[in-house]
């Protein structure tokens, strides 16, 4: 079935530093990515999305380029801050962007010191 | 415009007692989705509801159900509670469109002692 992979963490940064979490995905259609951030005590918010191959999603400064040749949708960002510290969820919906189910990655917790 | 309301926020439950979850979808969103999230098995797609109508399950047991309401709220209902159903309990709805994807809700968070 379709499944998500997310780098383990935690990715531990200084601040403004560059920030790289992978992910790969397997899936037999052709899914929409998504990332997802979750910070303390709270539920999921949408990051940014991509909805076909070469796609890229943008958000606060975080990018993410849909990749078909490499089934991968990294997520990164040229400067990171304190307050982007939390678990960042990369997930797929394999029927397309208006879809019913998400399968998530294992998710990766960001660390952002001083 | 208010987001996605779960309630409770925080619940704790005996082994074999049942339970239920509310979710409030925001105003107008007709699809509703509930995941379950554990630091083992991460979030996990428990079932979708859209009009009523229960359009997609995961691979969840028997024990675990949910229904809509014509208003789009949405309940699930965990019977014959286990250890191992503790867990944070996630409600997301989304608009006809799926243009702006899933939101999400904070969560109940679930004990079983």
């Known amino acids: 079935g379709d499944s998500v992979t997310q780098m383990e963490g935690p990715v531990t940064l200084s601040e403004e530093a560059f920030l790289t979490i992978n992910c790969t995905y397997t899936a037999t259609g052709y899914p929409s990515l998504f990332w997802y951030v979750q910070y303390p005590g709270e539920g999921l918010q949408l990051l940014l999305k991509a909805t076909k191959a070469d796609d890229k999603g943008s958000n606060k400064g975080f990018e993410a380029t849909y990749r078909k040749e490499t089934t991968s949708f990294h997520l990164e960002k040229g400067s990171v801050q304190v307050s982007d510290s939390a678990v960042y969820f990369c997930?797929?919906?394999?029927?397309?962007?208006?879809?019913?189910?998400?399968?998530f990655g294992t998710g990766t917790r960001l660390q952002v010191f001083p | 415009k208010a987001g996605v309301t779960q309630t409770p926020r925080y619940l704790i439950k005996t082994r074999g007692q049942q339970v239920t979850l509310s979710c409030s979808p925001i105003?107008?969103?007709?699809?509703v989705s509930w995941y379950q999230q554990t630091p083992g098995q991460g979030l996990q797609f428990l079932f979708e509801?859209?009009?009523?109508?229960?359009?997609n399950k995961g691979n969840f047991p028997g024990r675990f159900s949910g229904r809509q309401f014509s208003n789009s709220r949405s309940e699930m209902n965990v019977s014959t509670l286990e250890l191992g159903d503790s867990a944070l309990y996630l409600c997301a709805s989304r608009d006809g469109s799926g243009e702006l994807g899933y939101t999400f809700g904070s969560g109940t968070r679930l004990t079983v002692v």
């Open positions: 509801y859209f009009s009523e109508t229960q359009r």
């Open positions: 105003s107008g969103h007709r699809s």
């Open positions: 997930a797929l919906s394999d029927q397309g962007y208006n879809t019913d189910k998400l399968i």
